[in-house]
C-alpha cells in the first residue's frame, strides 16, 4: 500500500512566521505535488515536483516555495506566513508507470495562521 | 480553460437512491477524467477514472457517464448508502510534458446519505 505522511495534523503559526510542512511518500514515486484544499475552491495545485531537485509552480505558487532534497521527501515553505494562508495543505505523490490520472494523497495539515 | 466546473455543491439523498454529481470543461487536451473520493479527515482517494474514448465506465455501484461532445462527465452513485457519504471532486489530468500529469479538480461535492 502506498503511504504518503505529513508532518503534522494540526499546525497553528503567527503572521510573519517561517512555516515548513514536510511530506514523505514510501512508494519511490518520482511526481510528488503540493495543494490546498479551500471550501468551495476544491483543491489547487501549489507546486509539483517531477525529480529530486525539479520543482514546477502550480496554479498557486505566490507566497509559496518548495524543496526536493531526495526522492521521498517533499516540503512546501511559507516564507512569511499570513492570514490569508490558513488552510488545509494536501500532499500527493504519482508515478508514472501507474495510472497518469492517479495520486495518492496524505491526510493533510490544517494551518492555521493567527 | 483549465477550469472544470463542478455541481452540485452539496446532495443530500436517501439511501438507495441514485447520487448524480456533475461537471464541465473547457480543454480539449485533457487524457483522463478521474473521480476522487475524500472522507473527513482523510485525503482524497482514487475512486474511478475515465478516458475521452469512451462514454461510459462502471464500477460495481459507480459509473461515469461522459459526454464529449457537450464537454461533459457524470457520476452517479446507483443505490447509495451511507457510508458513501463524502466529498467528490472530479478531476481532469493534463500531460505536462513528458512524464508529468497534473489533475486540475472540480470544486467539490458534499454527498449526505440519510438512512
Known amino acids: 500500500d502506498v503511504k504518503v505522511t505529513q508532518s503534522s495534523r494540526y499546525l497553528v503559526k503567527r503572521t510573519g512566521e517561517k512555516v515548513f510542512l514536510e511530506c514523505v511518500q514510501d512508494?519511490?514515486?518520482?511526481?510528488m505535488f503540493w495543494y490546498r484544499q479551500d471550501p468551495g475552491l476544491g483543491l489547487r495545485l501549489i507546486y509539483f515536483s517531477y525529480d529530486v531537485k525539479m520543482k514546477e509552480k502550480g496554479d498557486i505558487p505566490e507566497g509559496y516555495s518548495v524543496s526536493r532534497e531526495k526522492k521521498e521527501r517533499f516540503s512546501l515553505i511559507l516564507e512569511s506566513a499570513s492570514t490569508n494562508q490558513t488552510s488545509m495543505y494536501l500532499c500527493?505523490?504519482?508515478?508514472?508507470?501507474?495510472?497518469?490520472?492517479?495520486?495518492?494523497f496524505g491526510p493533510g495539515t490544517r494551518l492555521t495562521v493567527t | 480553460q483549465q477550469q472544470v466546473k463542478q455541481s452540485p455543491q452539496s446532495l443530500i439523498v436517501q439511501k438507495g437512491g441514485i447520487s448524480i454529481i456533475n461537471c464541465a470543461y473547457e480543454?480539449?487536451?485533457?487524457?483522463?477524467f478521474p473521480w476522487y473520493q475524500q472522507f473527513p479527515g482523510k485525503g482524497p482517494a482514487l475512486l474511478i477514472a475515465?478516458?475521452?474514448?469512451?462514454s461510459e465506465k462502471k464500477e460495481g455501484r459507480f459509473t461515469i457517464s461522459f459526454n464529449k461532445s457537450a464537454k461533459q462527465f457524470s457520476l452517479h452513485i446507483m443505490d447509495s448508502q451511507p457510508g458513501d457519504s463524502a466529498t467528490y471532486f472530479c478531476a481532469a489530468s493534463m500531460n505536462y510534458g513528458g512524464a508529468t500529469n497534473k489533475l486540475i479538480f472540480g470544486t467539490g461535492t458534499l454527498l449526505a446519505v440519510q438512512p
Open positions: 480543454n480539449t487536451a485533457f487524457d483522463y
Open positions: 512508494m519511490d514515486h518520482e511526481n
Open positions: 500527493a505523490s504519482s508515478s508514472p508507470a501507474g495510472g497518469a490520472y492517479e495520486q495518492y
Open positions: 475515465i478516458r475521452p474514448d469512451v
